[in-house]
């Protein structure tokens, strides 16, 4: 019969054998995640410890990017009601409660994007299941920005597709682009012509001959956004991130605050950034390099939301600088 330090040792030597062949796993899981092929010999100690480190650091990352806090996260699907005190004619019931709606005057809220009617006790109750319909969504410019994009079932607003288009199609290498402004009144032509035209807007070179004023319309359309493109929610953290001085923590900081933005927002500013990194293509025509369109679009992607004037004064260079790594890092990203 086997001793009680015999039958340990045994143990001891399974337990390492079982740990080992675990290791070897890992390690082959890992090579194939990094893009390496295994064979019988390993890569030496220098080569493959730090890029298990890394490995490992980046899988970390995506785990903690993974598991953000709820309540840090901005609804990416859902759309609250834009409900305002309405004077209905005519008897009317609430769409919540299904209850009468009593009164001669105010007597209940309606969405202003989708048309449901409710009383305004009942308002607070509703889902945020807000689906924009065209025939109440009368206007372009001034718009919130997820509330149009619903409205046109697209994934950016048209505006935007619009102007980078035309703009890439004729204007890249215009000099001073975006720098530059255009007259302010064909500027307001063309905003009134997507609020009443919407997608058959006419802004080619038979319309409007000057690049600039087509730039003019869109930097003034992000402008005129109720929410930024960078939203208010998401505004704290894109600022602590530019803060950062170690590239990779800064890189990562961006990742996070980009998770927080909604999905719409988020798909404009991949695609403008696109468009800004193919601007940058062509400095040596148009001038324009990631630092200067990040001081033209600083202050038109995000907004400093409710803070002292100090402070929003403060913001204004790393406003410049969020939009620098934006640019100058779009393809990893986004």
Known sequence: MPSRDSYEVHKGEKSLVQKAKREANQEDILAAALGMR?????????IWQPLKLFAYSQLTSLVRRATLKESDR???IEKVHNFKVHTF???HWCDHCASFMWGLMAQGVKCADCGLNVHKQCSPMVPNDC?????HVRKVYSCDLTTLVKAHNTARPMVVDMCIREIESRGLKSEGLYRISGFSDSVEDVKMAFDRDGEKTDISVNAYEDINIITGALKLYLRDLPVPVISYDAYPRFIEAAKHTDPEKKLEAFREALALLPQSHTETLKYLMAHLKRVTLNEKDNLMN?????IVFGPTLMRAPNVDAITALNDIRY???VVEVLIKNEDVLF
């Open 89 to 91: 004619r005519g008897p």
């Open 38 to 46: 295994m064979g019988p010999q390993k890569p030496p100690a220098t």
């Open 290 to 294: 990631a630092e200067n369109l990040a």
């Open 131 to 135: 689906k924009p319909d065209l025939k």
């Open 319 to 321: 406003q410049r600088q």
């Open 74 to 76: 901005t609804p990416r």
